[in-house]
């Protein structure tokens, strides 16, 4: 069964960056939609940014431009996020899909349910 662990979370100050990592183990991500998604305290688990399998790219209106998704490798996804800011502090988790089509659609890479796999989750704190 596949597994996704998160690395590279950490506090830093606004303005500041840091770049996120999920590494699938007993699988692959190329044939599939990863995902990653946050939770801050207090609030609902939100979409912030995929990566489909033919390498397309989908963000949420509030990072597009300071957070970029890539797949650096078959089994690994990753965040760069820029810029951050205090509104980005929160727990991020990745998150995979079943076996998927070439190319997917927004409305199913950012709908939490068609996602089957996430991991543990890694803190990211940005202090004002």
């Known amino acids: 069964q596949v597994q996704l662990v998160e690395s590279g979370g950490g506090s830093v100050p606004a303005g500041g960056s840091l770049r996120l990592s999920c590494a699938a183990s007993?699988?692959?991500?190329?044939?599939?939609?990863t995902g990653w998604f946050r939770q801050a305290p207090g609030k609902g688990r939100e979409f912030v940014a995929a990566?489909?399998?033919?390498?397309?790219t989908y963000y949420a209106d509030s990072v597009k431009g300071r957070f970029t998704i890539s797949r650096d490798y078959a089994n690994t996804v990753s965040l760069q996020m820029n810029s951050l800011k205090a509104d980005d502090t929160a727990v991020y988790y990745c998150?995979?899909?079943?076996?998927?089509?070439?190319?997917?659609?927004?409305?199913?890479?950012?709908?939490?349910?068609?996602?089957?796999?996430w991991g543990q989750g890694t803190q990211v704190t940005v202090s004002s």
């Open positions: 998150a995979k899909t079943r076996r998927t089509a070439f190319y997917a659609t927004r409305d199913y890479v950012t709908a939490q349910n068609m996602y089957d796999t």
């Open positions: 007993g699988g692959t991500l190329s044939d599939r939609v």
């Open positions: 990566i489909e399998r033919s390498g397309g």
